[in-house]
């Protein structure tokens, strides 16, 4: 392979800049050449693509966001639209292709590599939602900017004797929940993986520790269950305790990525050309049991996780004043 190419694509997530470096770098010391696709499959239909050196990518390591943009696109979700990328491609001489992004990326790279394009998969979102993978770019830095926001909202809680509603992101999964709910401490957390939830045990939760003398409450809502100011309106109405919402929205996409996302980012990466040096195609690289692997991607997309049971345990353990 003499020139591959690299694109973001779906929710840009804080490390993809790194992952983005470390194959254009990794790349080019092999002899290749990259060109990068800006706004993911969106921009290959445009062919929105730009030769990449060593020098482009330096300094954006500790940059959020991606430096390459990113898109959601309908149109690459076509059989049309799949061949049309594949052939702009192969115009741009770009024999491999690495897609960093979520499993509707991935779908996007397994479509190209029955085109005869070599792709591989990088998982990136802040989500956690790729069942193949411990580890996604973005989910540390996400968890950890939540953490630091709920940290500031508890002032605020605390000096009113307030309960007050935190809603974080997440898709249809609860993995930043869940974390921050162990991280900061909380009298409740909402998840769509546990969805039948009964709303009166975490009132009789509220009342039985403002009972026992706290003087606040944080309660952790995903996005996935989400309707956080009407919970908080029946959760006032029910405890008679001041209860207020905050939705935390896109805070968490952004930042300054933490060392975790920008070492394994850079791993993953590294790893992603190593791949396609060697012949690979259809693969998605995951991080398993303190290791980086790879999977094909048609086993990986029909992978399914959920959270971690005794995680979720003692989450609720922890709700105990
Ligand atoms: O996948 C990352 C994510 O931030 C999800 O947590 C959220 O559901 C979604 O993207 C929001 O997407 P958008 O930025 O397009 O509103």
Known sequence: IKTIGVLTSGGDAPGMNAAIRAIVRTAINSGMKVKGIQRGYAGLLENEIIDMDTKSVSEIMRR?????????????ETPEGQAKGAQILRDNGIEGLIVIGGDGSFKGAQKLAGLGINT??????????IACTDYTIGFDTAV????????????????????SIVEVMGRNAGYIALWCEIANGADGILIPEKGDFNEQDLIDTILSNRQKGKTHHIVINAEGIGHSNRLAKRIEVATG??????????????????????????????????????????????YKNGNFIDFDIDEALSMT?????????????????
């Open 144 to 163: 950890n900017t939540a953490v630091a926001a709920i940290d500031k909202i508890k002032d605020t809680s605390m000096s009113h004797e307030r309960c």
């Open 241 to 286: 305790i001041e209860t207020r919402a905050t939705i935390l929205g896109h805070i968490q996409r952004g930042g300054v990525p933490t060392a975790k996302d920008r070492v394994y980012a850079s791993t993953m990466g590294a790893y992603a050309v190593d791949l396609l040096k060697q012949g690979a195609t259809n693969r998605v690289i995951a």
């Open 305 to 321: 996780k959920g959270i971690d049971e005794y995680q979720f345990l003692i989450s609720r353990l922890m709700v105990m004043y």
């Open 64 to 76: 959020g966001g991606t430096i390459l943009f990113t898109a959601r696109c309908k149109e690459f």
């Open 120 to 129: 591989i998969g990088i998982p990136g979102t802040i989500d956690l939602d």
